[in-house]
């Protein structure tokens, strides 16, 4: 039943009348007394006399949502039941609608109201647009702040503090899982986390909220300095230099499935080890160190994949792959060795097969 057309709520907003971007209004239904009574304040002037009893508040609103000059309001399952309790045991009398501590319309109740919907007409769109805005009830959005964390989750998190967010579980491919979230650990802290994007999720990207099945070209906006690009099997992905991305399914209309959030450099959990030119190596275990003394050496072979930067190396690795200009070559006791930005590949054998990545200090 549709709710407050019942009412015939028909007022006038001032403009001016809210700030922009306040906190959310409170909403108030009671009755018009009919003696005593608190004194009220009418947006148009004056004072009412209400009843103290409130038949309806804040808490009992779901959600509200502009349409041309009316704003359609609807009610919790629990707001809808006292909403038709309250109507139904008073037909015939008025009730005042209370935002911000103001009654802004007091209409005859002409029958019960049981829909859990409520039309409030506005005499402007732009008003109707503002009240609905301030009427949504706070959401518990998943915050995202590219290249730093995702929600509950931040980059940089050792699994002990994971842990404290619920039994972290083997997910695949590298993946773990938590509190709903997937994580991927590199040295001993999370580098990547991801969540799914359901429709209608609320997102707060950087502060601002955008809704989870918004369009690509908006998301990407949001999430700033992004762009959306085409990968394998007809899915999509949004990526963003601050380190995020928006992972689609199937064709550039449809809503996103997943977002990632993860740090710009970080090692790779799909390699074994990894090398950060002149600084450091890595693997599973741990990070190593180099000395004027001794590089951090990596070695190479079977199944094992080294990372260098964004490259992934593997004993199947030629030569003329790692040999750029600006790099040097040499012989050294049946092995050459190419060195390359604070990075020595070495390839033994009459193969010439890569056996080891050494990251050498920096001078």
């Known amino acids: 039943m549709r709710f407050l057309s019942m009412l015939a709520l028909v007022f006038a907003l001032a403009g001016g009348a809210f700030a922009a971007d306040p906190p959310p209004a409170p909403l108030d239904l009671r009755l018009v007394a009919t003696e005593g ?14 009843e103290a009893a409130s038949l309806l508040s804040r808490d009992d609103i779901r959600g509200a949502k502009a349409d041309g000059t009316a704003v359609q309001v609807e009610l919790t399952p629990a707001g809808t ?45 732009a008003a109707a647009a503002d009240l ?22 931040r980059l940089g998190m050792t699994k002990d503090e994971l842990a404290k967010l619920g039994e972290v579980k083997e997910a695949g491919a590298g ?6 979230y997937r994580v991927k650990m590199g040295l001993g802290e999370v580098s990547a ?6 429709a209608g999720l609320c997102l707060k990207v950087l502060g601002r909220e955008v809704e989870g099945d918004v369009a690509a070209h908006v998301l990407a906006a949001a999430l700033g300095g992004c762009g959306v690009e085409q990968v394998n099997e ?31 450099g970080h090692p790779r959990t799909v390699c074994e080890g990894y090398a950060v030119p002149g600084q450091y190596a890595a693997t599973r275990n741990g990070r190593i160190d180099p000395t004027a003394e001794k590089p951090a050496a990596l070695p190479v072979g079977g199944p094992v994949t080294v990372c260098v930067g964004d490259r992934e190396i593997s ?40 056996s080891q990545v050494e990251v050498l200090k920096a001078q």
């Not at 319309?105 to 005499?123: D, F, K």
């Not at 301030?134 to 702040?145: I, N, Y």
């Not at 993946?175 to 709903?180: K, L, R």
């Open 37 to 50: 009574g608190q004194p009220t304040p009418q947006l148009e002037g004056g004072e009412l006399l209400l």
């Open 81 to 125: 039941t006292r909403f038709a309790e309250a109507t139904t045991a008073n037909v015939g009398r008025k009730m005042a609608i209370v935002v911000d501590g103001k009654v802004v319309a007091a209409p005859v109740v002409r029958e019960a109201i049981t829909g859990g919907r409520v039309t409030i007409t506005l005499m402007d769109a």
């Open 132 to 153: 609905a805005k301030r009427l949504q009830p706070a959401r518990d959005c998943l915050s995202v702040e590219p290249n730093y964390k995702l929600g509950k989750v």
């Open 175 to 180: 993946w773990e899982s938590v509190a709903g």
């Open 193 to 198: 986390v991801e969540h799914d994007l359901k």
């Open 234 to 264: 007809g899915g999509n992905v949004i990526t963003c230099p601050s380190g995020a991305r928006v992972l689609w399914g199937g064709d550039a209309g449809k809503a996103p499935v997943a977002l990632r959030v993860e740090r710009e």
């Open 315 to 354: 004993s199947g690795t030629r030569v003329d792959e790692v040999d750029r200009p600006g790099c040097t070559k040499q012989a050294n006791l049946g092995a050459t060795l190419v060195t390359c930005e604070g990075v020595r590949y070495v390839f033994a054998g009459p193969k010439l097969v890569l």
